[in-house]
Each structure stands twice: as structure tokens, then as C-alpha cells.
T-cell receptor, first 113, second 112 residues
Framework: GAVVSQHPSWVICKSGTSVKIECRSL??????MFWYRQFPKQSLMLMAT?????????EQGVEKDKFLINHASLTLSTLTVTSAHPEDSSFYIC?????????FGSGTRLTVV | KNQVEQSPQSLIILEGKNCTLQ??????????LRWYKQDTGRGPVSLTI?????NTKSNGRYTATLDADTKQSSLHITASQLSDSASYIC???????????FGAGTRLFVKA
């Protein structure tokens, strides 16, 4: 079946630094990928839709200058959290659409100290 | 307003018992409904996907039902195992694009 690989699975960074998270579709091409954020015991919240070769579409309330998304190829989308702050600490998950629906990455636990 | 509501919010059952999780939606135009299992600290994994014309779909011990008329779906877990402890998320997609609505999930705890 379709596999989406997300890296890293966890990261700890200092406040003010930037962190890049990668999302790769391993055995299929994904023109569209999605980035979500999930706080403890809450459901996934869509942050943005990443489109290959064009600008990402951000959900209301999500700062596009803080959460930079790049989808330069059909198999790779990246999310960069810029100038991270402790309140950015969360679980970030990507997904890609394929024939049978959405396949999710394994998630990245970001902790900003 | 497009909404997906899941119940119960959480559930504790004994190992070996069956359970049923509910998902009610007010999404239109409806495309498909999927159930995902999300282990703590992991990404969701697809269990079943059903379109408008399908009313039941099984995946091992997981059986999902869909009533498109009443806009209700259920996920039945048979002979629960400790590894079934997870959050189960109902996701409904609209036609005409990638718009999806996530339910808040049901947290299932299976105890020995």
C-alpha cells in the first residue's frame, strides 16, 4: 500500500531557531500534501495544503511566514517552523492523497525549549 | 455547517469484549467516509473507506457501517485486544476537492 514517510519523528530545538520537517511519498506521486497540527488529546487540525510547484494554501489563522511549506517535487513536501517558540511545541503530521484516500505520515513531535 | 461528531468521547472495555464507536455527520456533498486508528504519538492509519453506495466494509476485526440516509457510521471492533487501545477518528470528505472534516475521535482503552 501507499506509504508516507515523515522525518524526523521527534525534534527538540531552542527557542528562536528553525526546524524543518520532511514528508515523502515513497511509492506514489503526490501533487497535493497536507500538513496538520495536533495538540494532546485533540483531533488533527489542518494547517495548510501543499501543492507541487505552487504556493501552499493556508487555513485561517495559520501564519504562512512562520510555517513555511515547500513542495518542490511530486514526492516531497517540507514544513519549516521558523523562529520557533514554546507554544509551537506540538505533534505535526503530514498526509498525501492517493487512490484509496489519505495516507498519513508517522508524525513529528516538536518540542521547543 | 459541515460537522462530524463522534461518540463516545472515550471508552474503556475489557480485553476480548466487542465495542461499537459512532460517527454522525452533517457533511454535504458527501464523497466518502473513512475510519482511522491513531496510536499515541503516531500518525493515523486507515482502517476502512466507504463511498455513498457502500454500507459495510470489514478489515479483520474491524467492521464499519454506513447509513447515508441517516448520515451515520459505526465502527465495530470484535474480540478486542490490548493493541486496539488508540484513538479512532472518523473522517468525511466532500466531493469536488480535497475538503475533509475530521471528527474529534474516540479514545479506546482496552484493559486486561
Amino acid at each position: 500500500g501507499a506509504v508516507v514517510s515523515q522525518h524526523p519523528s521527534w525534534v527538540i530545538c531552542k527557542s528562536g531557531t528553525s526546524v524543518k520537517i520532511e514528508c515523502r511519498s515513497l511509492d506514489f506521486q503526490a501533487t497535493t500534501m497536507f500538513w496538520y497540527r495536533q495538540f494532546p488529546k485533540q483531533s488533527l487540525m489542518l494547517m495548510a495544503t501543499s501543492n507541487e510547484g505552487s504556493k501552499a494554501t493556508y487555513e485561517q489563522g495559520v501564519e504562512k511566514d512562520k510555517f513555511l511549506i515547500n513542495h518542490a517535487s511530486l514526492t516531497l513536501s517540507t514544513l519549516t517552523v521558523t523562529s520557533a517558540h514554546p507554544e509551537d511545541s506540538s505533534f505535526y503530521i503530514c498526509s498525501a492523497t492517493e487512490l484509496y484516500g489519505y495516507t498519513f505520515g508517522s508524525g513529528t513531535r516538536l518540542t521547543v525549549v | 455547517k459541515n460537522q462530524v461528531e463522534q461518540s463516545p468521547q472515550s471508552l474503556i472495555i475489557l480485553e476480548g469484549k466487542n465495542c461499537t464507536l459512532q460517527c454522525n455527520y452533517t457533511v454535504s456533498p458527501f464523497s466518502n467516509l473513512r475510519w482511522y486508528k491513531q496510536d499515541t504519538g503516531r500518525g493515523p492509519v486507515s482502517l476502512t473507506i466507504m463511498t455513498f453506495s457502500e454500507n459495510t466494509k470489514s478489515n479483520g476485526r474491524y467492521t464499519a457501517t454506513l447509513d447515508a440516509d441517516t448520515k451515520q457510521s459505526s465502527l465495530h471492533i470484535t474480540a478486542s485486544q490490548l493493541s486496539d487501545s488508540a484513538s479512532y477518528i472518523c473522517v468525511v470528505s466532500l466531493t469536488g476537492g480535497f475538503k475533509t472534516i475530521f471528527g474529534a475521535g474516540t479514545r479506546l482503552f482496552v484493559k486486561a
